[in-house]
């Protein structure tokens, strides 16, 4: 298991500080799991942690570290969409897959310090896992993140530092500190272990209903989680345990949508664009760091991309609301992109969308 760049192909230890390679290229972890079999799973252990003969763990510190993640129930919402139920997680976001594998990743090689950037969700788990890591830990977020998720971040003592300007701003003056200071950037775009927790979102689908749904609905912001899930389908693919790639759909903001541009242009690298406020503030990336690795996987997988229409949001809040599902703008964006599909291509059967946040998060 190493690092291996993804512009020049140079080799690091995953013990490296370094957030990236020198010449700037992000790392790719070199892994090669086991072929995915039910068999593998730990059924004995309640968290994502039960795949972890397919998961780059070099050690047991994770025993240490889990809060019980995953694991999250997959209910039926209509005949034609099912929802996987991931805001029942420790700090309400699916962002837990990633960031217990991560700190655990941290806590494994005595990472005794760590800062991330984030919209809101990925910095509520990076500060609650390392406080059960005992790790010192600051975030940096963008003006308007709401004050619940700006509230639970503190709560788990970690520093919250407010940036002015929008999310894209906020990551770069977080990089400039851990560029001047040295501090361990556990980050969930750049660190590739982050990954191998959100790749548990598709080992836990199989494993609950024995088959892939025909269409995956995936939020695509800094593609943490679109990421992971094209990974794990890969595998199985690979294993034989699925004969074909579903139909992967990526939603954006219509306010912010640098891939669904470049797709339009037939372009390798996500499109300059104007990002504009929008209510699904979760996928507002307007220079999302692994663009040209996100793009590769479009074309070689045929994913069709999806606007969420920013008029119609909330209206997917409260249709999902009335049967009891209360989620995040951004997550209602999904279900709204969802919508869109359909008037575009006509009814769309067997799907399957992450319900990514809760809605008392978002409530501003």
């Known amino acids: 298991m190493k690092f291996i760049c993804s512009c020049c192909g140079a080799e690091a230890n995953v013990n490296t500080r370094e957030e990236k390679c020198k010449c700037g290229g992000l790392w790719k972890l070199d892994f090669q799991p086991p072929r995915f079999a039910l068999e593998l799973i730990d059924k004995d252990t309640w968290s994502l942690f039960r795949y972890r003969k397919f998961m780059a763990l070099a050690d047991d510190s994770w025993k240490d570290i889990t809060l019980g993640e995953g694991m999250t129930p ?34 494994s090689i005595g990472v005794d310090s ?65 560029k001047k200071e040295r501090v361990y950037y556990a980050n969930h775009v750049y660190n590739p272990f982050f990954y191998e927790g959100t790749k548990t979102y598709i080992y836990e689908t199989y494993e609950q209903l024995k088959r892939i749904p025909k269409n995956i609905f995936i939020p695509l912001g800094n593609g943490t989680l679109f ?43 996500p499109a300059i664009v104007n990002v504009l406020p929008t209510m699904a503030e979760g996928i507002s990336i307007g220079v999302p760091m692994r663009g040209k690795e996100i793009l590769e996987y479009i074309y ?19 249709v999902l609301a009335a049967k009891g599902i209360y989620c995040e703008h951004t997550t209602a964006a999904i279900f709204a992109a969802y919508w869109h ?24």
């Not at 690979?238 to 541009?261: H, R, T, Y």
């Open 300 to 318: 070689k997988y045929n994913i069709k991309m999806i606007s969420a229409p920013e008029n119609r949001i909330l209206e997917a809040r409260k």
């Open 114 to 178: 760590v800062v991330q950037d984030s919209s809101g969700n990925a910095g509520n788990s990076v500060a609650a896992y390392c406080a059960k890591a005992g790790i010192a830990c600051e975030i940096f977020v963008p003006e308007g993140t709401s004050d619940k998720k700006i509230n639970m971040i503190k709560s788990h003592n970690a520093k919250v530092n407010i940036v002015e300007g929008n999310r894209d701003h906020c990551a770069d003056v977080c990089r400039e500190k851990v």
């Open 227 to 269: 990421i992971g899930i094209v990974k794990a389908l890969e595998e199985l693919l690979e294993s034989g345990a699925i004969d074909e790639m579903p139909q992967l759909i990526a939603v954006q903001s219509e306010k912010c949508n640098p891939f669904i541009v470049a797709v339009e242009n037939n372009k390798k690298e």
């Open 74 to 107: 997959i209910i039926k919402f209509d005949e034609d969409v099912l929802l996987k139920m991931d805001y029942y997680m420790p700090t309400l976001s699916f962002k837990d897959r990633g960031a217990a594998v991560l700190i655990a990743h941290c806590k």
């Open 341 to 364: 599909y359909c008037d575009l291509f006509g009814k769309t059967s067997d799907c399957l969308i992450s319900m990514c946040g809760a809605g008392l998060k978002s409530d501003h």
